[in-house]
Every structure is written in C-alpha cells, then in structure tokens.
C-alpha cells in the first residue's frame, strides 16, 4: 500500500509541476502586460498619468502585502485549497478587467488578479521544495526561473502586439482558455503537501505588515509621479511610516514562538546569500526591463511594438538556458554557475553604460542576452542553494522571504532608477543649452539612461563580490540547528 502511494506521488509530480508553473507563468506575464496599455487607457478614458498608473502600481502593491503573510497562508490551508483559490481569484479578476466598462472596474479586476498570484507564488515553491528530492530541485527550480524571468519580459510583446491588431479587452480574454486548462489539471492533480499547523494569527504583526511592506512599496512607486521626487511629502510621509512599522514588525517576529515571518531563516548563511542575489538580481531585472524600452523609444525613436520585440531575444535565451542549469545546479553545485553568472551580469550592466544614441540595435540585443545569461546562471541555483539550506518547517518562511524581498527590490529598483535618469535629464539639459531643441529631448533622455545603468552596475558589483563566498548547502531535514552549527556544516 506505501509502495503504491509512493509510485502515485511520483506519477503526478510532472502534472501538479505543469499546474503550477502554468499559473505562475499567467500571474507574472500579467503583472508587466498593462504598461504598454496605459497610454491608451489614458487616452480612451481621459486619465492622468498618475490615475492610470494605479493599474500597475496597485498589481504590485497587493502583491507586497500578501506575500508577508504567505508563510502563514501555507500553514492553515491545504495545497489545493491554496491552488484553487489563487486560480479562482485571478480568473475571477479577468473577467472583471475584461468586461470592464471603465477604470475601476478594472482597477478592481487587476487588484484581484494580484491576490491570485500573490497566493499561487509561494505555493510554487513549498510546493517544489517538498515533493521534490534535494538532489534534483536545480532541474526544477530552472522550470521556476524560466517562468519568473519570461513572464515579465513577454508580457509587454504580448500585450503591444494585442493592441496593435486587437481591442485592449482582449489582453484579459486571451488568459481564460489558459486559465480554464490549469484549473482542471491543478483540481485533478494537486494535493496536500504540506503540514497544516495552524499556527495562532497575530493580528498586530499582519497589520503591521500590511502598514510596512503596503506603505514602503507604495512610496517607492509614487517617486516618480509629479514634483518632490524623495523629497514630495507623500513620499517622505509613506517611507517614514513604512519603515517605522517595519521595525517593529521585525522586533516582533524576533520575540515570538509562531512568528507570522520567521526572519530565523537568516541565521543560515546561504540563505542569506541567496536572498542578497534574489535583491540584486530583480532589481537589475526591473531597471532594464524600465529603461531600455524607454530609451529605444525616446532616444532611438522606434515604436512601441518595436521596442517591444527587441526584448524577445533575452527573453528566449533564458528559456534555454534556465532549464539546462537547473540540471547542472544538480551536478556541480552553485558555486560554478554563480560565479561566472554575476562576473557576466556585472560585464554586461557596465557595457550597457556606454549606450547612447548612436548605438547600434543589434548591440543592446546583444548587451540584453548578455544580462539574460548572467542573470539565468545567478537567479535560481543562489535561491535553490538558500531554500535547500533551511530544514522542511522553515520552508514556508524562506519563501515568503524571499518572494517579499524580491518585490521591494523591484519597487527600491524602479524607485532610483526613475531618479537618477530624471536627475541626469536635468543635469544635461542645464549644461547643453545651446543644443537644438529638437535634439533636447533624445540626448538628454541618453544622457539620464546612462547614469541609472551605472547606478545598476555599481550594485552588480556586491553581487560579484558575495558570489565568491558561495558554497553547496548541507540540506537540512529536521529542526533548525543553531546558528553557529548552520555556519560550521556550510563550511565543511
């Protein structure tokens, strides 16, 4: 009878694998799909840039603030309750945005996409790193790598060749056949697999999570919307209480028995290693993703569609390789894949530096790939590593950590990024004013994307730095040894 449980598990991983990685990939691809739309939206409904960036700004936003709490989602509910409600959530959500009759409505459809994959994210992971054996986690979490970092970057192919031939409602309608699918293979497929504690609910630290993680995003969204930049009162306001509720949010955690987020998980080096590349590498993978489009648009005066296109090639250069170095995570270990990964990251963010308007377009393809084959070889084995470190009852906590740190690496990303290139547009406009007004524009817009990539590559440099102190984690099974233990078996 045990024997024949086993060979079911074993015989449904590949399915419950395809449930999850399907949604994912849908949520990730939905989060990027509406930049390219809001110009439009702002056009057909008379909207302020500052109003229709809600659409995008709000996806994310819920996003932060459910993903705290994911650990604690993951320890009440069943895997499949979990799936079934993320999928039914971001189907729901669909319909809504695709049936929309004006901007809240689609607002309210984009907020309940949001819960869905801030729901279905961390399931993936406890979900992979609890039917699947340490010894062959690379090859599946190069699966997780190759949706997290596609995702994004087709979405806004996706959706610009949707409105080049189609109305913008069809962006949402083009998921639900999709959505359909993994509904009925998850239903049929996913079961429980993980141990459902129920832990007592802190009502102080979810509200504190919500004011920290809720506020902070939103403040970092909001730097570049109008006048003030980080010094805007709305700004300064969010930061200051975002961060205060931050404090004594972690300060709670720390005291607790049954932490909502138990930060223990950092007392394992590689954990924190591989939370510390998570952070670079997403907030590299945002900086990009925000001003190469901008800049072949502004500077190399392509078209939406265009610029769009040119990302693809990244794009397919990751789906390749993530799942080869899954498998060789397996073989060799992160050290080898992590090393060389941040050298060529780092390579290619510094390269990026010297684009100007008399670059060539195959060039930043090729920059872009370059960044793409960094990023792929740095991204999954780091956090496969950092998971693989922390024993089974603080899987949950890692990947909510993880997950959350990654959103507030893309909003921080975002954040300076749109300051430093405002800051160097400024900056060469006051010292060039005896250029052609007609070149003002292109010139300066270059001048303020050269400034933020070396803002970018600097930060690629910590990376570099801490992949040389990588090494193979010592996978834990049972209950978590004490910190100086973690350091000792990592050493060895």
Request: glycine fraction near 8%; proline fraction near 5%.
């Amino acid at each position: 009878m045990n024997e024949a449980s086993q060979i079911k598990v074993k015989y449904k991983v590949i399915p419950v694998l395809v449930a999850l990685l399907l949604g994912g990939f849908i949520g990730l691809l939905s989060e990027t799909m509406m930049n390219v739309a809001l110009p439009v939206l702002m056009a057909e409904w008379n909207l302020s840039a500052s109003t229709a960036q809600w659409i995008t700004t709000g996806y994310i936003l819920v996003i932060s603030i459910i993903m705290p709490v994911s650990a604690l989602l993951l320890q009440w509910f069943t895997t499949r309750k979990l799936f079934v409600t993320a999928i039914s959530l971001f189907m729901l959500g669909t319909l809504a945005a695709g049936l929309a009759p004006g901007f809240g409505m689609l607002l309210i459809g984009r907020l309940v996409q949001a819960a869905g994959t801030a729901i279905l994210m961390p399931v993936i992971f406890n979900t992979i790193l609890t039917i699947i054996p340490p010894a062959k986690r690379g090859a599946a979490m190069g699966m997780v790598g190759l949706v997290m970092m596609v995702a994004p970057a087709l979405g806004p192919t996706v959706s610009g060749l949707i409105i080049d031939k189609l109305d913008w409602h069809w962006m949402f309608w083009v998921l639900v056949p999709f959505l359909v699918i993994d509904f009925i293979i998850g239903l049929l497929n996913i079961e429980n697999v993980a141990t459902i504690t129920k832990p007592k609910i802190d009502i102080l630290s979810l509200v504190l999570s919500t004011i920290a993680f809720g506020g902070i995003v939103y403040g970092l969204s909001v730097v570049g919307e109008g006048d003030g930049g980080w010094g805007s009162p709305k700004v300064i306001a969010c930061l200051v209480i975002g961060l205060a509720a931050l404090l004594l949010f972690i300060l709670r955690q720390l005291t607790m028995k049954q932490p909502i987020m138990n930060l223990r998980a950092f007392k394992y080096p590689m954990f924190t290693a591989g939370t510390l590349f998570i952070v670079i590498g997403f907030l590299t993978i945002f900086a990009t993703s925000y001003l190469l489009p901008i800049f072949m648009q502004g500077s190399l005066r392509l078209s939406a569609l265009y610029a769009g296109l040119l990302m693809l090639p990244a794009g397919l250069v990751n789906a390749i390789l993530s799942p080869i170095i899954g498998r060789s995570f397996d073989k060799v270990g992160p050290r080898v894949l992590v090393i060389p990964g941040m050298i060529i990251l780092s390579a290619a963010m510094w390269m990026f530096t010297s684009v100007d308007v008399n670059t060539p377009v195959y060039m930043i393809i090729l920059m872009h790939c370059c960044m793409t084959v960094g990023l792929a070889l740095t991204l999954m084995p780091a956090q496969t590593n950092g998971l693989n470190q922390l024993p089974r009852e603080l899987h949950p906590h890692g990947t909510a950590i993880m997950n959350t740190l990654q959103q507030l690496a893309s909003a921080v990303g975002t954040a300076l990024i749109v300051s430093v290139m405002t800051a160097g547009q400024s900056t060469y406009i006051s010292t060039h004013l005896d250029t052609a007004a007609a070149d003002m524009g292109s010139l300066s817009l270059a001048a303020g994307v050269h400034n933020a990539f070396i803002l970018a590559a600097v930060i690629t440099l910590i990376g570099v730095i801490a992949g040389f102190f990588v090494r193979r984690s010592i996978v834990h099974s049972h209950a978590a040894p004490q910190p100086d233990t973690a350091r000792r078996q990592t050493a060895s």
